[in-house]
């Protein structure tokens, strides 16, 4: 199976959205597409000083609409679609979207939220916003804590959640943290890709198993499984790299995986010598896969983890060979 992506440019730039928001914002990452009639309402999240501390950043959720060729923004949210968590809640200090869903008459968001913590970095969470109407433009939450968290199993991070339906069955694939190292004096974590279940879209049965075979080492880490319905079977594109900030292969990279029946996978093999078989694909992570007239369009984060942006292409996959 040969996998291409085509027509591939640049779709927001963080300069581009502090111009229309006039407020000076840093990425623009994890682009998740929702089709309100004749728009696409492309929801993201972008960083900003967090003015209580006047130097650490936060996180939050924004949309911009275009027009069905994705070339003139129509619209765009000036304000984020929903506030920050309240003091000491699991996405006290930023709200990462990464799913949108319509399901059962309802257009529900699974989004990571996570805040600041004293002996690693952050912690991580899976939350659930529904829409407040039928535009779409404001999300509230349906609780205060997440609508999946840590257990018994997996006691670190969540995050990354990917939700698709199908035959009336709601699949989440997300990532579980494994563990935390401190590397170079940094804690840094290593999070594998899981799935769970869902008949309503709040309560979830977890698989409790690694999905994805290592492609560097067993500390890699692994991110955005997004997944699409082929012809025979499906596909998964995934994003992974080193644990290790100071690792050549410490920025993200994609990868393909296929399966007959969602919860097994095959990785397609990598050589890190020649990190991408598929050159096209270079300096894009976390994608967001859909259809358009039966074509597979994709939209993903540019390089730096969304510093310069977001973009879009076509996925081409010859599955006869």
């Not at 840093?26 to 696409?40: C, F, G, R």
């Not at 943290?177 to 840094?188: A, F, H, I, R």
Request: charged share 20%.
């Amino acid at each position: 199976m040969i996998i291409s992506l085509l027509n591939k440019r640049t779709l927001l730039t963080p300069a581009h959205f502090s111009k229309l928001i006039h407020r000076e914002m840093s990425h623009i990452q994890s682009p998740a597409l929702l089709k309100v009639n004749d728009t696409n309402r492309v929801f993201f999240s972008s960083r900003s000083i967090d003015e209580k501390s006047g130097e650490k950043y936060i996180s939050r959720i924004y949309y911009v609409d275009f027009d069905t060729c994705f070339s003139k923004i129509s619209d765009f949210s000036g304000v984020p679609i929903a506030q920050l968590g309240e003091l000491g809640t699991f996405d006290q200090h930023g709200t990462n979207p990464l799913t949108i869903i319509n399901f059962k008459d309802k257009t529900l968001m699974y989004y990571v939220g996570w805040s600041r913590s004293k002996d690693v970095p952050y912690t991580a969470n899976i939350g659930l916003l529904q829409s407040t109407s039928e535009s779409c433009k404001e999300f509230e939450r349906l609780f205060s804590g997440p609508v999946i968290s840590f257990d018994q199993d997996e006691p670190f991070l969540l995050g990354s959640p990917r939700v698709k339906e199908f035959n009336g069955i709601l699949y989440m694939w997300y990532v579980s943290g494994k563990s935390w190292n401190v590397l170079d004096g940094q804690p840094e974590p290593t999070y594998k890709i899981r799935m769970a279940t869902s008949i309503d879209g709040v309560h979830w049965q977890k698989i409790g198993r690694d999905l994805i075979q290592d492609s560097i080492d067993e500390n890699e880490c692994q991110a955005a499984p997004e997944v699409i319905s082929l012809k025979k079977g499906f596909l998964m594109i995934y994003s992974f790299r080193s644990n290790s900030r100071t690792n050549e292969n410490s920025e993200y990279q994609v990868n393909f995986a296929y399966s007959d029946d969602l919860l097994n996978w095959t990785t397609e093999p990598i050589d890190l010598n020649q990190p991408s078989k598929s050159p096209s694909f270079r300096n894009t992570s976390y994608y967001n896969l859909f259809r358009i007239d039966h074509a597979i369009q994709a939209l993903f984060q540019l390089e730096k983890m969304g510093q310069s942006g977001i973009g879009i292409g076509t996925v081409v996959v010859d599955e006869k060979k």
